[in-house]
């Protein structure tokens, strides 16, 4: 949206630039850091690791947890059903957070504050472990895939996220669509929707996150269900296999190049954020890109 | 506008939006309210064996033993000073990294950096923490630069003063989520019409003025959206951050109400504590929020209900 | 295009999860699946290795026993949490170990009694004695689970110290001359001496002469040696004077004292490594796998299967980095009690069967097979010719190639099926000759010595580590008191004291060893501790120890 034919550059602006550009610089070495690191430990000898001392580059260079990892049980029944509910999930939430954020961002609405107290209050509310998981019991959730995208299809951070931005757009476009003789139905898909996209993305992108790295729901809900198990939750009884099995009396002799739970959880992790860093410059033009809302220019 | 009587011809107007919202009330009732009935395990001496409908009532037991417990209020003191310190730095941080992004020119150097912003979001707390022990230790970075520049003789020793420790707990959330945080108002920011920064560039605004007159009001209904609902938010300061980083010396700093739980509840099979302890966080965040939706409404700004 | 891909994806997962949501229950009871062989499912309320369905020992097992079971682990929740959903949910797999909420389980009815059904199995029937078995009969005189752990058959092979000792590097050792190190004053002598000498590695990285692991749990490295130096075995939380049958609280005695104020002094002396308190246990692992600590008080499961591993793998045990236990006490001439023989009952929690079980007989001969010595070897040593081989002297060897095999990751998931949480033995085959399980047979274990510990156990005319130390019988039947404390909650009085004190000391003991002023810290220590009303723990201590001294009599 800056794209501005330059001008002389002032005295300000220039400092700003040279501010900005070392703050962005340092901003990136220091977040990028624990990736390389994590990254670097990743592909380094798990029981060399122990001694410390790595940091950008490993020392003693090894796929063994890589494959540790994908040689698990059932991984890609996992992966399989962690992408299908984070497809699934996503769409889901998506749809029902916006129809719920047009609900009660329209201003005549007349339970709009209502609603809005009735969700907000759900973010500071939470009935426990066990009485969720008799409800869930009881309405016939567990050991199915919908325990994954049915219960939390809503909610309320995601949705004022929503409203807020519909919130910003100006009345105008809505009242001479209603002109047109539009009802809410058009309205939201025709003319609120389509410039929600950056705010829609965002919201995905959360949603997305949430139940690309989701485990406890599987475990808890699903855990006879082997069909149905999800990535992480198979990472995490990887995990849990290794911690257990190096404090185990098994013969501890020859046991060079064996993998320990700090080297495969940095492998997990990297092959965890691995689609998410694939999938991100899809989503990241919507809210990169300054995206000029066309038809919003009276 | 609540004023306002409810006439038949708007809510014939208004079916859609009535149909709608009632299906997803019905849903929020099922999902979030009816659990709720796991609250009167607070009152109860409950054991799973007995279960909610037959466990004995002990009443406000649990309740009066956390309150009187020395521990649980410097717990809450805790929790809350790192809730209130976490929420000021992080919120500042996610919206200053946000607008010099959107102030890069370079669209490609933009992309990248962003990218990796948000990258240390995906990695668990143990391994940051992990990295963190490592840069704070005595032989660490820190230390090292602090020696190299002549500012302390002795390697301090970080994890072993109170005083750091919350500081830390800050910066560790800071680097974790402020790229993340970011997103928000990233996409926020391009909902801003382009004609102001123009208009504002004809009046001869510079960057700062444009940043201060365009930029900031553009993304202030989200400011003020999740500034409340993050001041709901201050109690659950964490858990997993301070039981990684602490340790005996600093164990009066560190503790959060989450990690008292576990100790007094969860680990004993006490589920009345844990609840009880919930019950609490719950009516002290929704109170928090109903009064600054209130403030906000006062004062004209964007509220949650 | 993309709407159609995507609602395709929905269609065929929505149907494929129905179709595995149906038929799906907790117990399978035992249904035989399509070769003919009996499904059970089994819950273990802790961490646990997981080993792939299409596992190759478990298929063996499978065709001999004609059972198979689905185990599956605690992850990410207490083990309370997990029985207690189970018990809301009413729904149980067929095999259960509730770890510390088997008492909730046995409470809620979820378990099968098992005391009438055992006489018919003779390998369990075996397993205990009967004063064991009744040992475990909960207050309603029933059996409900077995314990699976420590049980020896036969002969007692040990060749590790698994507990606690003070550890001190070989090299130390060496350069001293091998000299005999019986008390903490000595043991620290020449810990200063070496360092003194030789303030470095080889490479010449600094030493750390002696460092405290003190990490949330695992601060015991820090506690509970007084009651070790005062020649007492673990009972863990307490003493046992076994004369007078009283217990004995080790954290307020006069060694106690003496321990923490010589830690005291060492710490001000730069010998105790000045980040103890604060490291954590990944920091303190790194720093023992690069060889430069002298030595610690910790137990051997606790460090060797991860640093000393790393320091064999980078070739440090050349410099004699590898650790040996000393036998130390707080005076010259006195019993040292380190290691104990014998098993250790656990009685707390154990292998259960559960009401959903549909094929309580089934399940139950299953357990009988798995102790069987076929199938145990079967479990513990894997295959022969693949996993061991059989000498002419009927003796069980690993060569390199299958020692590297049985620790990996891999390998062991797709191979090895121990049913490592159903009961199994310790101690000496049916044969007479081996070990039941690898880790007791002594020339494995010989054989994979460095030349600088065999050199060392030489010098003292050892052969193990827990020769290094000498060995005792348990001191009385009421031994270890620590399954008691551990099973403590806060709904006593004497649990919250429990709780309490381990607080007060994790947040006092490294003040009073860093402090300038001991007897002033020991002070406000011993302020805060009495505080915690620790004479509530002991008397419920004592109450469970003349209980369990009673509950023996019966037998003699």
């Known amino acids: ?298 | ?305 | 295009m993309k709407k159609r891909v995507v609602s395709a994806l929905l269609i065929t997962t929505m149907l494929t999860s129905m179709l595995a949501g149906c038929g799906k229950t907790a117990g399978h009871g035992g249904a035989v699946n399509e070769d003919g062989i009996k499904e059970f499912t089994a819950f273990f309320a802790v961490p646990g290795t997981e080993i792939n369905d299409d596992n190759e020992i478990q298929q063996i097992i499978a065709e001999k026993t004609g059972c198979k079971v689905k185990e599956s682990w605690l992850t990410g929740q207490t083990a309370e949490e997990a029985v207690g959903t189970f018990i809301a949910g009413g729904e149980y797999p067929d095999f259960i170990d509730g770890g510390d909420g088997s008492v909730q389980l046995y409470e809620a009815g979820a378990l099968v009694a098992l005391d009438d059904y055992i006489d018919n199995y003779p390998n369990i029937k075996e397993f205990f004695t009967d004063q064991e078995w009744d040992a475990i009969r909960q207050d309603d005189g029933h059996i409900y689970w077995i314990p699976q752990f420590t049980n020896i058959y036969g002969e007692e092979r040990e060749c590790i110290q698994n507990g606690e000792a003070f550890w001190i590097q070989t090299r130390v050792l060496e350069w001293a001359g091998y000299p005999e190190v019986h008390t903490m004053d000595q043991y620290f002598d020449l810990i200063e001496a070496y360092n003194e000498a030789n303030p470095t590695m080889e490479d010449g990285t600094e030493n750390i002469p002696y460092t405290i692991l003190c990490d949330d749990w695992r601060y015991f490295c820090l506690e509970n040696a007084p009651e070790f130096l005062d020649g007492y075995p673990n009972d863990g939380s307490v003493i046992v004077d076994p004369e007078t049958k009283k217990i004995i609280d080790y954290n307020t005695t006069d060694t106690a004292v003496k321990y923490f104020k010589k830690l005291n002094e060492e710490y001000k002396k730069g010998i105790v490594d000045q980040e103890s308190f604060t490291q954590t246990y990944d920091e303190y692992i790194a720093k023992l796998s690069t060889g430069r600590v002298l030595g610690m008080i910790d137990q051997w499961w606790d460090f060797a299967y991860t640093a000393e591993d790393a320091i064999k793998t980078a070739g440090l045990d050349k410099q004699g980095c590898q650790y040996v236990p000393l036998p130390i006490t707080i005076d010259e001439g006195m019993k040292n009690q380190w290691h104990n023989s014998g098993g250790e009952l656990n009685v707390s929690s154990g292998l259960a069967i559960t009401v959903d079980c549909g094929d309580v007989e089934g399940a139950l001969q299953f357990v009988n097979d798995l102790l069987g010595q076929e199938v145990h070897d079967l479990r513990f040593w894997g295959v022969e010719g693949v996993d061991y081989n059989i000498g002419d002297d009927g003796m069980y060897t690993r060569t390199p190639e299958m020692r590297t095999n049985v620790v990996d990751a891999a390998y062991k998931a797709a191979h090895m099926c121990p049913y490592s949480y159903f009961p199994q033995w310790l101690g000496t085959s049916r044969d007479g000759k081996n070990a039941m399980k690898p880790e007791g047979q002594e020339d494995e274990f010989y054989d994979g010595l460095s030349d600088t510990v065999r050199e060392c156990f030489e010098a003292y005319g050892a052969e193990t580590y827990v020769e290094m130390l000498g060995t005792s019988p348990a001191p009385g039947p009421w031994y270890p008191m620590y399954t008691y404390s551990n099973s403590m909650t806060t709904s006593t009085p004497g649990g919250t004291a429990w709780t309490l004190m381990g607080e007060t000391k994790h947040q006092y003991l490294p003040k009073v060893v860093m402090a300038d002023d001991f007897d002033a810290a020991w002070d406000e220590y011993m302020e805060a501790y009495n505080a915690c009303h620790p004479e509530d723990f002991l008397s419920e201590m004592q109450t469970e120890l003349d209980r369990r001294i009673e509950e023996a009599a019966k037998y003699e």
């Open chain 2, 1 to 305: 506008m609540n004023k306002k009587s409810i006439s038949l011809t708007q809510l014939k107007h208004q079916k859609v939006l009535l149909i709608w919202a009632a299906v997803i009330v019905v849903y929020g009732v099922v999902f979030y309210y009816l659990p709720l009935a796991g609250w009167v395990m607070a009152f109860q001496d409950y054991k799973p064996v007995t279960g909610l409908l037959h466990s004995k009532f002990i009443g406000f037991d649990k309740f009066i033993r956390l309150f009187s417990d020395v521990t649980f209020l410097r717990v809450i003191r805790n929790t809350l000073a790192m809730g209130v310190i976490n929420l000021a730095v992080t919120f500042f941080m996610a919206i200053l990294f946000a607008i010099l992004l959107n102030e890069i020119a370079c669209q490609g150097g933009k992309k990248v950096v962003q990218t990796i912003s948000y990258l240390p979001h995906f990695l668990s707390w143990i391994i940051v923490t992990g990295i963190l022990h490592d840069a704070l230790s005595g032989t660490g970075i820190i230390n090292q630069l602090l020696l190299n520049f002549n500012l302390v003789e002795q390697p301090i020793n970080f994890f072993a003063h109170e005083k750091y420790f919350w500081p830390i707990v800050a910066f560790a959330n800071v680097w974790k989520e402020t790229g993340w945080n970011a997103i928000i108002y990233l996409a926020a920011i391009t909902a801003i019409d382009p004609s102001l920064y123009e208009a504002a560039a004809i009046d001869g605004a510079g960057r700062w003025a444009k940043i201060k007159h365009v930029t900031l009001p553009g993304i202030k209904p989200t400011i003020m959206i999740l500034l409340l609902m993050n001041i709901g938010n201050v109690l659950n300061a964490g858990f997993e951050i301070q039981y990684l980083l602490g340790n005996g010396l600093v164990v009066n700093v560190s503790q959060t109400i989450d990690i008292y739980v576990l100790k007094w509840g969860i680990s004993q099979g006490d589920y009345a504590i844990g609840t009880a302890a919930g019950i609490f966080k719950s009516v002290v965040s929704i109170v928090l929020i109903v009064i600054c939706n209130r403030i906000a409404k006062r004062h004209g700004e964007e509220r949650l209900f």
């Open chain 1, 1 to 298: 949206m800056n794209k501005k034919k330059r001008k002389k550059i002032s005295g300000a602006d220039l400092a700003f630039r040279i501010f900005n550009t070392i703050f962005m610089i340092a901003f990136v070495v220091i977040t990028l850091y624990p990736v390389l690191n994590t990254l670097a430990i990743s592909l380094n000898d798990g029981t060399d690791a122990l001694r410390g001392g790595i940091y950008l580059w490993p020392r003693v260079f090894t796929w063994k947890n890589y494959t540790t990892v994908l040689q698990k049980d059932n991984l890609i029944t996992g992966a399989f059903i962690t992408v299908a509910r984070t497809i699934i999930g996503t769409f889901l939430a998506l749809v029902s957070n916006a129809i719920l954020a047009f609900i009660v961002s329209r201003k005549d609405f007349i339970f709009a504050k209502q609603v809005s107290l009735f969700w907000v209050i759900t973010m500071y509310v939470n009935g426990g472990l066990i009485p969720t998981f008799l409800l869930y019991k009881s309405l016939g959730l567990t050991n199915s895939f919908a325990v994954y995208v049915i219960p939390g299809m809503i909610s309320a951070f995601n949705m004022l996220v929503i409203r807020t931005y519909m919130k910003g757009i100006p009345d105008s476009l809505e009242e001479s669509a209603q002109l047109d003789g539009a009802g809410y139905t058009t309205i939201f898909l025709k003319i609120i929707s389509p410039l929600c996209k950056p705010v829609y993305a965002t919201v995905a992108l959360f949603v997305a996150v949430g139940q690309w790295n989701s485990w406890f729901d599987a475990m808890l809900y699903n855990r006879m269900s082997d069909d149905l198990t999800t990535l992480q939750y198979e990472l995490m009884k990887l995990l849990s296999s290794v911690t257990n099995q190096s404090s185990s009396a098994e013969s501890m002799k020859n046991s060079n190049g064996s993998v320990t739970p700090t080297s495969v959880r940095a492998a997990a992790t990297i092959i965890t954020m691995l689609p998410i860093i694939c999938i991100y410059p899809f989503l990241q033009k919507y809210f990169v890109t300054g995206l000029t809302l066309g038809g919003v220019k009276e």
